[in-house]
């Protein structure tokens, strides 16, 4: 028997060939099929929590007894939001 792949001369009860590995037979099971793993990135949920919290921070600032600095932790944890949503965006490419 001839090897489909490479042309070698092997032995008609061959499994694979000798010389490039290539299988005598089709097999009989396909290959299970690879899952995307979502773990590569910040999930969505990570993503949303500092909006929130920006948003939580921004209607306490008025009734807080420094309003300025709660604008400046908001803007911050949306600045940390938007770039986690950035993240997450461009890991889905």
Known sequence: MQCRNCGTEIADKAIVCYRCGTGTTDPVRSPAPIRRRGGAGPSLVAAMAPLLLAVAILLMAPSSDYPE?????????????VALLITRLLRRR
Not at 70 to 76: E, H
């Open 69 to 81: 600095a709660m604008r400046a932790a908001a803007a911050v944890s949306a600045l940390a939001g």
